[in-house]
């Protein structure tokens, strides 16, 4: 039976965790910044009778030394026609949130740059609205005595096991010259940092599916209380990371996951962004995982991913969890694992390993030395079938046509105790069934 964990059902034990992580030389998870208390209510507001919704209630929320800040409201009591508005008084980035988006981003806000937020309540005429806000995240940046769980800062590259890890990546999407104002992630827009946990991510479909490393989401408590962003800019000197247009950061509303020593994949569906889209369709970019092993020793590979960076030469801190890519060949491969010579750091766990002939991932990077799991572990195969459903898309390169109906074919009257790509109702045998999914949705893309 599949072990296909929901990071709401289930929890790994925390010695689990510290074994996998010594036995495999894992790259722990980085959480960047923290939650601090924050003590703030509106009462109970209301706006008076009329035509036009009406401003109830604004205040500055500010935290001193912050360099960037998310507000998670404990209450939110807002009728139809109500909304929210937060504004950073650093770039004026502005996030707009009525009650269905509020359920979407599970009562919290994106991440914003600076250290005052303005806040501001509208209510529909004869209204009455409360907000309660009791913690905020913040990242301070610079500083850290080495706990997951405070602020990110310079540290020096190469940690959990990582060896000269701060030498061969390079920007992804401009030659670094020392310039923090020319660095950008304008670039490979299907790959995606995830905050606040410091991970890396893919985007494989058109509909908000994207791919992970199982162990970036052992979050405490709430189990998506993440997004994931896109266009990156750089961080600050001091390593403090810095967060992209609220436009580019989407909220995660379903994930399957697994976590081992030996396998580790994750596989996150996204909400839309602000503006009501899906990554694809803002950005028009995405990479097909391979369901398949035809992973060869020797084949050119290259990484794009955020990992961390340090801070010895000059403005070096601003490439800290920018996108950054590497790029070697394929040194191993086993059933379920394939290892490359790419140089990965803290933050790029979860990295799409990505075949340079055909780009495509073969592979999500877990460990330092660019090793992973292989896209085509039949685990992780059928739980991207299962959260990203693409009927009759046999070789998931996002269309259905002769490649697919030929795998079908070819593999006619094959018995699948376990698992096979091609048997698509998961009913054990590739049979007519089977091709019939396939001609029912014959010309379909993904």
Not at 188 to 206: E, H, L, M, N, T
Request: aromatic letters at 10%; one cysteine or more; proline letters at 6%.
């Amino acid at each position: 039976m599949m072990k296909l964990y929901r990071l709401w059902e289930v929890t790994f034990a925390s010695a689990l965790v510290a074994a996998a992580w010594a036995q495999s030389a894992f790259m722990p998870p980085a959480y960047i910044g923290e939650k601090v208390p924050y003590n703030l209510d509106t009462g109970w507001v209301k706006a008076e009778q009329g035509e036009q919704p009406q401003k109830v209630y604004e205040t500055v929320i500010y935290y001193e030394g912050a360099h960037s800040m998310r507000l998670y409201f404990e209450e939110a009591h807002l009728s139809p026609g109500s909304w929210i508005e937060v504004r950073s008084l650093y770039d004026n980035e502005v996030q707009r949130l009525d009650s269905s988006q509020l359920a979407l981003w599970r009562n919290r806000t994106a991440f914003f740059n600076g250290n005052a937020l303005l806040l501001t309540l509208y209510c529909a005429p004869g209204t009455t609205a409360r907000l309660t806000i009791r913690k905020i995240w913040i990242d301070r940046g610079g500083r850290s005595d080495g706990s997951d769980f405070n602020p990110a800062a310079c540290t020096a590259c190469g940690g959990a096991g990582c060896v000269n890890a701060c030498i061969e990546r390079r920007p992804a999407c401009v030659r670094w010259t020392g310039d923090c104002l020319a660095l950008h992630g304008r670039c490979q827009q299907w790959a995606g940092r995830i905050i606040p946990i410091g991970c890396s991510a893919s985007v494989i479909s058109r509909a908000g599916c994207v791919i992970s490393a199982g162990h970036c989401l052992e979050l405490p408590g709430d189990p998506l209380d993440y997004v994931i962003q896109f266009n990156v800019p750089a961080s600050l000197p001091n390593c403090a990371i810095q967060h992209p247009p609220v436009a580019d950061q989407f909220p995660p509303v379903n994930q399957v996951y697994y976590f081992d020593w030996n396998t580790d994949w994750a596989v996150i569906v996204l909400g839309p962004n602000s503006e009501g889209q899906l990554p694809y369709e803002r950005y028009g970019q995405l990479r097909r995982p391979v369901p398949y092993d035809d992973v060869e020793v020797g084949q050119p590979v290259g990484v794009y991913g955020y990992g961390r960076w340090t801070a010895d030469g000059v403005n070096e801190g601003c490439r800290n969890y920018t996108l950054q890519y590497d790029d070697g060949q394929v040194v191993g491969s086993s059933g379920t694992g394939v290892s490359a010579n790419v140089e990965v750091d803290r933050g790029n766990s979860g990295s799409g390993l990505l075949r340079l002939s055909d780009q495509r991932i073969i592979g999500v990077v877990m460990t330092c030395g660019g090793s992973g799991t292989k896209t085509s572990y039949w685990e992780f195969v059928r739980a991207r079938r299962m959260l990203c459903p693409a009927p009759g898309d046999i070789n998931e390169d996002g269309v259905v046509d002769d490649a697919d109906l030929l795998m079908v074919l070819f593999a006619f009257g094959q018995e699948c105790p376990l698992f096979c790509i091609e048997d698509q109702n998961d009913d054990g045998i590739v049979d007519d069934a089977d091709l019939l999914i396939v001609l029912f949705n014959f010309g379909n893309e993904y």
